[in-house]
Each structure stands twice: as structure tokens, then as C-alpha cells.
């Protein structure tokens, strides 16, 4: 079986400061990761993914995150902060063409 | 290119009413996916569609929930009769295909109320 945890359900920064959104994984085979974004009353938005490539990943609007095997996370980043990335996001995983397995969300508030 | 479109944005509805949730898919999408985010807990796989066959509806939480998608075109999701636990918000994604190399596309969903 597979899953998600998020380990925060809201995190909190300053504009300008580094962004940390937490994801570890359970899974038995070797999954695919994914981050998405949810801006109020939008739909998800696919941040990034992972899909067995380069462990480190970037995505758009600035995020990366880094597949750690031997610590089973994948860590949202952003060096900086910016007021537009205040929105709720989801880490996912799925393995081959199994369904997408969604953590609970993280709520980002980015303060000026 | 037109992104996926839910219908209506918000229905409130009372227990035992029905409603009826539409979706619209990038055109040329065969894959469409039902997901549901019941209020505090993660969202959901509902269920998916390739063209107009129900491929996995593992999802499904019972039998008041139909899904279709006549003509493999746009899908339709009704509940009936309602109860207060499907309160939520629906969601619909489509790609192209279905493996993690290709993009799940998502509508801005439809929060669904009943009373």
C-alpha cells in the first residue's frame, strides 16, 4: 500500500524567507511523486514531479524538491518566499498507473 | 486551450435531494478522474474513465453515487439521494494518458453542500 504524510498542516513565513513543505512517502515499489498547488476557488496545479529521473527536481514558480530514498521524503523548497505563493499544497504519490494517493495538505501563509 | 470546467461551482442542496455534477475535459483527453475532498481529510480518487468505460471505480463510496460519460466526451457525477456526509468538494482531472509522465489536469472543483 502506498501513502503520504504531510507533516505540517500549516506553515507560516515572511516574504523573502525560505520555504520548507514537509512529504514522506510509504511505499512498496518504486513510486512517483508529485507536488500541487491549490490557489483559492482554482484548480490543482502540478508544481513538480518526480518519475525515477534526477532525485533533485525543479518545478515552476521558483520550488524544488529532492527524492531521498534512504529518508523516504520528498521536500518541498523555495529559497524565497513570495506573497503569491500563499495557497494550500499537496504531496502525491503513485506507483505505475494506480490511482493518485493524496496527503492531507499544507496550508502556506506568507506574510510581508 | 480550454482547461477542465466543472458545473455548477457550488450546489447546496437539503438530504435526500439529488444533484448532478458536470465535468469538462481538455479536449482530447481519454482519461477523466472523479476526486473528492471531504472537509479536514485528504482528497480522494473517486473514480476514472478512458474514453466512455469505467476503468476503476474502486473509489466509488457506495451505490447512491453515479458516474457517466456518454460518448467519451464530458462526464456527469449525480448522487442520489443525498446525505449529509457527501458534502465536500468534487473534483475532475483529465490526461492524456494514464501513466505519472503524463499530467493530471484538475477543474477548480465543485463544493457540494447538503443540509
Known amino acids: 500500500a502506498q501513502s503520504v504524510t504531510q507533516l505540517d498542516s500549516h506553515v507560516s513565513v515572511s516574504e523573502g524567507t525560505p520555504v520548507l513543505l514537509r512529504c514522506n512517502y510509504s511505499?512498496?515499489?518504486?513510486?512517483?511523486l508529485f507536488w500541487y498547488v491549490q490557489h483559492p476557488n482554482k484548480g490543482l496545479q502540478l508544481l513538480l514531479k518526480y518519475t525515477s529521473a534526477a532525485t533533485l527536481v525543479k518545478g515552476i514558480n521558483g520550488f524544488e524538491a529532492e527524492f531521498k530514498k534512504s529518508e523516504t521524503s520528498f521536500h518541498l523548497t523555495k529559497p524565497s518566499a513570495h506573497m503569491s505563493d500563499a495557497a494550500e499544497y499537496f504531496c502525491v504519490v503513485v506507483r505505475w498507473t494506480d490511482k493518485l494517493i493524496f496527503g492531507t495538505g499544507t496550508r502556506l501563509q506568507v506574510f510581508p | 486551450e480550454a482547461g477542465v470546467t466543472q458545473f455548477p461551482s457550488h450546489s447546496v442542496i437539503e438530504k435526500g435531494q439529488t444533484v448532478t455534477l458536470r465535468c469538462d475535459p481538455i479536449?482530447?483527453?481519454?482519461?477523466l478522474y472523479w476526486y473528492r475532498r471531504v472537509m479536514g481529510k485528504e482528497i480522494k480518487f473517486l473514480l476514472h474513465?478512458?474514453?466512455?468505460?469505467?476503468?476503476?471505480e474502486s473509489g466509488m463510496p457506495n451505490n447512491r453515487f453515479l458516474a457517466e460519460r456518454t460518448g467519451g466526451t464530458y462526464s456527469t457525477l449525480k448522487v442520489q439521494p443525498a446525505e449529509l456526509e457527501d458534502s465536500g468538494v468534487y473534483f475532475c482531472?483529465?490526461?492524456?494518458?494514464?501513466?505519472?509522465?503524463?499530467?493530471?489536469?484538475f477543474g477548480p472543483g465543485t463544493r457540494l453542500t447538503v443540509t
Open positions: 479536449s482530447g483527453h481519454d482519461n
Open positions: 511505499s512498496s515499489y518504486s513510486p512517483s
Open positions: 474513465f478512458v474514453k466512455e468505460s469505467k476503468q476503476d
Open positions: 482531472a483529465s490526461s492524456q494518458e494514464n501513466l505519472p509522465s503524463y499530467e493530471q489536469y
